[in-house]
């Protein structure tokens, strides 16, 4: 069980929030029109809170500082993004995520080192699968594996870089491709490649073996 903040409440938001909650949760709601509530139906049983996501203050009074997760979900993805920002940076929220509208803003959001979900696709159940998984860095499942991206930490290891193949041996995972930060670089790895801290990676890695590989990536 989660302490999750869902910033807008219209058709994802409200989605998002009840599906979390009916799933034994505990979701705090935000949105800057009281009305938007009225998307959660009256079997909600989490709070609500009228404010701008951003705020810090609002934030506060909607549980952040003992928050695990944290979904902006907004019209805005300046909203999304400024919201995820002040989460992350000031509160420390271990996972935040945002929905994206414009592609374009993809990459800000990846070097930021932001979980998001782009597209008009079924985005309040992404959100919940990503959330469910424990991690931000979920993309998909494939049998018994988890299709996963994110941003390399290698701080628990005390180095800057990192040779694929010897993460791949010492931590039982396949590196599908991988992209430098600052996307000078992106490929699929042969016998040479060097990995570098904060390098996007895509990888697959079996189930069981994901929370041990956990704190190698970066949210």
């Known amino acids: 069980m989660s302490n ?19 799933g034994g949760h505990n979701v705090s709601v935000v949105d800057r029109v009281a009305d938007s509530f009225r998307n959660l139906g009256q079997g909600f049983n989490g709070s609500t809170v009228m ?10 009074k909607s549980g952040v500082e003992e928050c ?13 993004l400024m919201t995820c920002e002040v989460a992350k940076r000031l509160f420390h929220v271990p996972h935040v995520m945002a929905r994206l509208y414009n ?3 993809e990459r800000a959001y990846s070097q930021l080192g932001l979980d998001y979900v782009c597209g ?5 159940e992404e959100m919940v699968s990503k959330i469910s998984s424990g991690h931000g ?12 991206e994110f941003s390399l930490n290698l701080a628990p290891l005390g180095k800057k870089s990192i040779r694929a193949k010897d993460l791949e041996r010492e931590h039982d995972v396949r590196i599908v491709a ?3 930060g600052d996307g000078s670089i992106s490929s699929i790895p042969n016998k040479n490649s060097v990995l570098y801290h904060g390098d996007s990676i895509l990888a697959c890695v079996r189930r069981e073996l994901v929370q041990a590989f956990s704190p190698y990536m970066q949210n």
């Open 137 to 148: 860095a979920y993309k998909e499942t494939f049998g018994d594996f988890e299709v996963l």
């Open 68 to 80: 695990d997760i944290l979904a902006a979900v907004t019209a805005s993805d300046t909203a999304n």
């Open 51 to 60: 404010g701008v996501g951003f705020d810090e203050e609002v934030l506060v």
């Open 4 to 22: 999750v903040i869902v910033v807008g409440c219209g058709r994802v938001g409200s989605q998002l929030a009840t599906t979390l909650s009916d």
């Open 178 to 180: 991988f992209e430098r």
């Open 120 to 124: 008009t696709t079924l985005v309040a």
């Open 103 to 105: 592609p374009d803003h």
